[in-house]
Nanobody, 115 residues
Framework: QVQLVESGGGLVQPGESLRLSCAAS????????MGWYRQAPGKQRELVAT???????TYVDSVKGRFTISRDNAKNTVYLQMNSLKPEDTAVYYC?????????WGQGTQVTVSS
């Protein structure tokens, strides 16, 4: 079991950057997969990026080349670096952890990209 707390969201202009953080309540060293989903108003939750225990990463096509997922095991934290943000990236971003095929979620952090 794990508790996840996201931070780092906010309001930015198109082209700017944000870094989201997901702090876990326990060691993430052995967690099989962690990642980020997002949900925009009126849309289904979308998988944005994942990072597995062997450091394999995946990204949804719309963020490839702009977003980077990483983790700091010493800080029990997963990050999502988001560059060149677009208005269509506006959503609530949720961190998740896959532990023994059970999914754990954070409460979400709002990202708004608007001029």
């Amino acid at each position: 079991q794990v508790q996840l707390v996201e931070s780092g969201g906010g309001l930015v202009q198109p082209g700017e950057s944000l870094r989201l953080s997901c702090a876990a309540s326990r060691s993430i060293f052995s967690i099989y997969r962690m990642g980020w989903y997002r949900q925009a108003p009126g849309k289904q939750r979308e998988l944005v990026a994942t990072l597995t225990v062997d450091s394999t990463t995946t990204y949804v096509d719309s963020v490839k080349g702009r977003f980077t997922i990483s983790r700091d095991n010493a800080k029990n934290t997963v990050y999502l670096q988001m560059n060149s943000l677009k208005p269509e990236d506006t959503a609530v971003y949720y961190c998740y952890a896959d532990i023994m095929s059970a999914a754990y979620w954070g409460q979400g952090t709002q990202v708004t990209v608007s001029s």
